[in-house]
DNA sequence: AGATATTCCTGGAGGC
DNA sequence: TGCCTCCAGGAATATC
């Protein structure tokens, strides 16, 4: 479930241990996660120092000082373990602090990514390329303007990376809620120029940094595989007002509506029909 | 452009 | 503690 508040969650848990740190021991068990690691990953790493740890949509950043960036990305079960007594199923990739500090990548479907980019090539490496605006530098402007003429479903749009970079199936449901607006709704119609469609997206925008900031401020949400990377859970699971929530009655005072479960693109979207338009 | 399906994997839940 | 099917946080790719 590693979203975008999973990732800021696991750089915070992970920056106490790693920056400034010289990486003493790179370990892996396999070649590979979702792509083949890079050739040279123990070597360009062994002996290097950290000098920072940042974010960019789901993707986690370890750079050094030797121009490298360590680029991870959980996809669906991944999560980094702290000092774990001892190696588990799944661990596939160990990293050793000059503290002796154990750090173990732990992802049981392996759809994770683990890729080592030098900073010349940042910009134009393809993963990030690709990358829309973050949450968090969106406004209503230029959301409006990739929207526009768009008539793809809402929902479908907001897990595109290209739209906005980070949001995934829980906080796309949860940021639609907050803003009230139908995950049906075409997109284009969020984005015309007389006054409500306007506002909507303005709620849009609104909303998505509300409830990412919140998830953040719960530690990210933790359901099947997601913990942080001091192995505690995350809190915003309990948060959820219509995410896993089928069935059960509309969390907005005075609704009264149902929540429902829809599939689009193939993929659950939880809202409530009553109160989202 | 958009809708849909498929693929990469493991594991948990629920039906039988 | 068996077998089977379905489903799950992501995202790239293919096809119509």
Known sequence: MPELPEVETTIRGLAP????????????FRPDLRRPFPADLAQRLTGATVTGLSRRAKY????????????????????WR??????????HFILETEEATVLALNDARRFASLDLVETDDLANWPPFAALGPEPFDLDAHRLKAALAGR?????????????????????????LFRARISPKRLAGTLATKTGKATQKTKALVDSVKAVLEDAIKSGGSSLRDYKRADGSLGEFQHRFKVYGREGKPCARKGCGGTVRRIVQG???????PTCQR
């Open 266 to 272: 193939g993929r659950s979207t939880f809202y409530c």
């Open 151 to 175: 008539k793809a479903a809402i929902k479908l749009l907001l897990l595109d990376q290209r739209i906005v970079a980070g949001l995934g199936n829980i906080y796309a449901c949860e940021a």
């Open 82 to 91: 702290i000092a774990p007594s001892e190696i588990e199923k799944h661990d």
């Open 17 to 28: 241990f790693l920056d400034g740190q010289r990486l003493t021991a790179v370990t892996t």
């Open 60 to 79: 986690g950043i370890v750079s050094t000082d030797r121009d490298d960036h360590m680029i991870f990305h959980l996809g669906m079960s991944g999560r």
